[in-house]
């Protein structure tokens, strides 16, 4: 069974909320914690900026746990091997369809994932998820399906909408509704 953290995205926001969900995704986990950072939908160009920011994130939030940390690797077999490794795999937001098609060509990453936490902002919830409301074209989109859900990141209470047509869409799955710097945490049944 995984353990599937999603944040509304923002996680940079200075608010209590964000160091928690860093702190929820080794909640638990044996140490050294082993922690695979994911930027698969962002610019290469950003990643070490992004993989610098993110163990600070990470060793502030926990000063007293041991945490080792690796950046993701582009070819889909070094990248596999590093998710056997890994106890925690953090997919940082950014391009939904980039970060879906890049995740979409493992065939067995649901399996990969078995036992480990999968923590998800913004782009990262919603490629977990089988369906989402997608801010950048406003219309509700495919995930991959790891979590039989719905996910609507950075909602805001006047999206009432938006949020009807995700709910009715396809098929009846629990929904939530993410504010950004806020978090929900999902065990797989």
Not at 6 to 29: L, Q
Not at 52 to 62: H, L
Not at 133 to 156: D, E, I, Q, W, Y
Request: net charge positive.
């Amino acid at each position: 069974m995984a353990r599937f953290i999603f944040h509304g995205g923002a996680t940079s926001k200075p608010v209590p909320s964000n160091p928690a969900f860093f702190r929820e995704m080794v909640k638990g986990v044996e140490e050294p914690t082993k922690i695979l950072l994911v930027y698969f939908a962002r610019p290469n160009e950003e990643w070490d900026w992004l993989f610098n920011d993110d163990q600070q994130k990470f060793s502030e939030a926990v000063p007293d746990k041991k945490l080792k940390f690796e950046l993701a690797a582009e070819k889909i077999e070094k990248f596999t091997g590093q998710i056997k490794r890994a106890d925690v795999i953090y997919v940082r937001g950014g391009e939904n369809e980039k970060l879906i098609e890049k995740l979409g060509a493992m065939n067995n990453l649901k399996k990969l994932l078995a036992g480990k936490v999968y923590g998800g902002s913004s782009a990262g919830a919603n490629a977990a998820s089988r369906y989402f409301h997608t801010n950048s074209r406003n219309c509700v989109a495919s995930g991959l399906g790891l979590v039989p859900v719905k996910v609507f990141c950075h909602f805001v209470p006047g999206k009432k909408k938006e949020l009807a047509a995700l709910e009715n869409f396809q098929e009846k799955l629990p929904v939530y509704k993410i504010p950004e710097a806020e978090f929900v945490v999902l065990n797989e049944k």
